[in-house]
Structures are given as structure tokens and as C-alpha cells.
Nanobody, 126 residues
Framework: QVHLVESGGGSVQAGGSLRLSCAVS????????IAWFRQTPGKEREGVAT???????FYIHSVKGRFSVSRDNGKNIVYLEMNSLQPEDTGMYFC????????????????????WGQGTQVTVSS
């Protein structure tokens, strides 16, 4: 059974940076998709970035050029590097796992993800 643990959240001022980690366990292969979602109270969960099984990546427009997703296969960790953070980036960030997505051209539907982490809070103050 796949298990995900996020870490790295915190509170920063606008313009600051954070690196989130998603530690993956319980899956014996290196080819899998991880997507990062964020959620704020009263809003739907929003996918912001994803890395496919073939290491293709996709970012939504509002984070493109500021966020970067990468993986360390040796450690089974997927990272979300977040730079130039803005107050609108505030939210609970979740990583999600799929073994059914290889190439990514957008954020895959949530129905394709079969494991989720518990989330890590990111707060950006102005």
C-alpha cells in the first residue's frame, strides 16, 4: 500500500521560498506520477504542479516560473520548490500518487490518484 508523507511547510513573508517534500513508500518502482494540490477554506482543492512517470512536468499558470517539481529516485522523494511566494499561495498543500499517469499535459483528474498525503500548511504573509 502506497503511503505519502509531506513536510516542509511553514510561514514565510511574501517573496520568500519553501521546499516541500513528499516521501513515497510502499511502491517498488520509480515510475509514478505525483501531483501537488493546495486547498484553502471555502475553496475547492486546486492542482498546482505535477510530475509524470516519464518525468514530464506541468504547472498551472499562476505558479509557472516560480514553482518547480522534481524527484529523487534514490530517496523516493518528490519535491516542490516554491519561490517568490505570494499571499495567494497560502493553503494546505497535499501530494497525491498515481501509478496510472505517465506523460502529463495538465493536472490529472483526482480520480486517477490512489493515495494522498496528510498535507502540510503553507502560510505567506504580505
Amino acid at each position: 500500500q502506497v503511503h505519502l508523507v509531506e513536510s516542509g511547510g511553514g510561514s514565510v513573508q511574501a517573496g520568500g521560498s519553501l521546499r516541500l517534500s513528499c516521501a513515497v513508500s510502499g511502491y517498488p518502482y520509480n515510475s509514478y506520477c505525483i501531483a501537488w494540490f493546495r486547498q484553502t477554506p471555502g475553496k475547492e482543492r486546486e492542482g498546482v504542479a505535477t510530475i509524470g512517470g516519464d518525468d514530464s512536468t506541468f504547472y498551472i499558470h499562476s505558479v509557472k516560473g516560480r514553482f518547480s517539481v522534481s524527484r529523487d529516485n534514490g530517496k523516493n522523494i518528490v519535491y516542490l520548490e516554491m519561490n517568490s511566494l505570494q499571499p495567494e499561495d497560502t493553503g494546505m498543500y497535499f501530494c497525491a500518487f498515481s501509478d496510472r499517469v505517465n506523460n502529463v499535459l495538465n493536472i490529472p483528474p483526482t480520480s486517477l490518484f490512489n493515495a494522498w498525503g496528510q498535507g502540510t500548511q503553507v502560510t505567506v504573509s504580505s
